[in-house]
């Protein structure tokens, strides 16, 4: 499968026109004045944790952006941006998803925008916008943030050492056995041999290996999943039947896995109790967004990284040579490999698709719930120039905050929205901020959607 680069393909005279309208409608968030929204919070994608709570949130307040809010702008307020971690799931289901149940919504200012790495399917959209007085079509917008990386890391079994011709000190995984690990047909340490791995130590080889997988609904799931379900595009026997990777990206089968994989949870959400239920447990593999894997004491040095036992790997991300010399390439989720200094995360040139159609989505009302990377496989043609486990992350917004205003939703909530989203999606404001910060700004493709998405929030 040959991978499809992502396509901006907005008209810039209609966006253009699309902006002078609603900056000339009364009430529009953007013809308020910048910066007099007051406090708000948002929740949800745990991936979006650092960039939230340490760049794009202080940043806000501190930058010199002509979107931030750091007393001179507009009224010259410096409204606090709060963040809750609470995984991309529960922030689906604050805003109307899968649930009905009533002591879960909140529209207030405490949850003004929800931060998601499952971006929103069909039925999603169609609930989530259901919650409006008068549900309206397109309503709902999906706008992307930022790319990051999700990193597979390793707990190798106890009196174990690993080393690879590729990475040494770590070890390094193909897409077919990364697949066959979650999917439980590659069961043994023995078994990981891409690159030139190999375990030294008593019983190494024939040790189990553990798949480790998040408690909660998650968007670092849903990334992961659909990045297996290009590798293998066959159903899987699960305790909900038979369904493929895709299937179990999304709603409430994104916590199901094949049964044959008897994957291990932590008691609890967040990618940080994943890190920390690898670290208990000997001999086990799971997945982790770069940002969070960083910030763990686990897995960079002095106590994890390159000779110890806790690490990431490298993935496959396309092939080189032909006949006797054909051999598989493998690239780092970080830039700068597994240390405990901060980098981009290894996203820059990451091609986005779904398989089959142009990416991304024509505007920030549709569906980009398919989005995922390529599959480089064991064709010599197909290549990702950098990490090919990467994916995008969402701030979702309303596109009318006014019909939610029956439910806590205020006029100075939408416009702080407004002018966060601004920032946040601004190239001299939060973008610039991801940089050298285990994120990646947006590809160019997407950028222009993003900063229409953020113009068009109002009351």
Not at 6 to 32: D, E, H, Q, Y
Not at 132 to 139: L, Q, R, Y
Not at 210 to 228: C, E, N, W
Request: some cysteine.
């Amino acid at each position: 499968m040959r991978s499809i680069r992502a396509r901006g393909v907005f008209s810039a005279c209609i966006a253009s026109a699309a902006t002078i309208a609603v900056l000339a409608m009364p009430g529009a968030a953007s013809a308020a004045t910048q910066c007099s929204g007051g406090a708000i919070g948002g929740q949800g994608s745990s991936l979006q944790k650092v960039a939230q709570e340490t760049l794009w949130g202080p940043g806000f307040n501190t930058s010199t952006d002509k979107f931030a809010c750091n007393g001179k702008f507009g009224s010259k307020e410096k409204p606090a941006i709060s963040y809750n971690p609470s995984g991309s799931g529960a922030g689906l289901r604050s805003w109307g998803a899968e649930t009905k149940a009533e002591s879960e919504l909140k529209f207030g200012p405490t949850n003004a925008f929800v931060g998601t790495d499952e971006p929103p399917n069909a039925t999603q959209l169609a609930e989530i916008t259901n919650e409006e007085s008068t549900p309206t079509p397109k309503s709902l917008y999906t706008i992307p943030v930022a790319q990051e990386s999700v990193a597979i890391i390793f707990h190798l079994p106890t009196g174990c050492t690993a080393t690879s011709t590729v990475a040494p000190g770590r070890l390094v995984l193909s897409d077919a056995t990364l697949q066959g690990i979650f999917a439980g047909t590659v069961k043994t340490w023995g078994q990981l041999t891409d690159g030139g791995d190999a375990l030294t130590g008593t019983g190494c080889t024939t040790a189990s290996i553990v798949p480790v997988a998040r408690f909660d609904q998650s968007g670092t799931t849903h990334i992961f999943k659909r990045y297996l379900g290009l590798i293998n595009t066959g159903n899987l026997s699960t305790a909900s039947g038979e369904k493929s990777w895709d299937e179990l990206s999304e709603g409430a089968l994104n916590v199901v896995w094949p049964t044959a994989a008897n994957v291990q949870k932590p008691a609890v959400k967040g990618g940080g109790e994943l890190i920390n239920k690898v670290g208990e447990v000997a001999g086990s593999i799971g997945y982790v967004n770069l940002a969070e894997a960083r910030v763990s004491s686990k897995l960079v040095p002095p106590a994890g990284g390159a000779g110890t036992a806790m690490f990431w790997g490298e993935l496959e991300n396309g092939s080189k040579g032909k006949g006797k010399s054909f051999k598989l390439t493998y690239s780092d989720p970080a830039l700068n490999g597994d240390v405990a200094a901060p980098a981009s995360s290894n996203c820059a040139k990451t091609a986005y698709t779904n398989g089959t159609n142009p990416f991304p989505p024509p505007a920030v009302t549709g569906l980009w719930n398919e989005v995922t990377t390529s599959v480089p496989g064991a064709v010599a043609e197909v290549k990702e120039k950098d990490y090919s486990l990467c994916g995008l992350t969402y701030d979702l917004a309303y596109a009318k905050y006014h019909l939610l205003e029956g439910k806590g939703a205020t006029a100075g909530e939408a416009t702080t929205v407004n002018n966060y989203l601004h920032f946040v999606t601004d190239k001299k404001g939060g973008q610039k901020e991801l940089a050298g910060n285990d994120y990646t700004e947006l590809p160019k493709e997407v950028d222009t959607e993003a900063k229409e998405g953020a113009e068009l929030v109002e009351f």
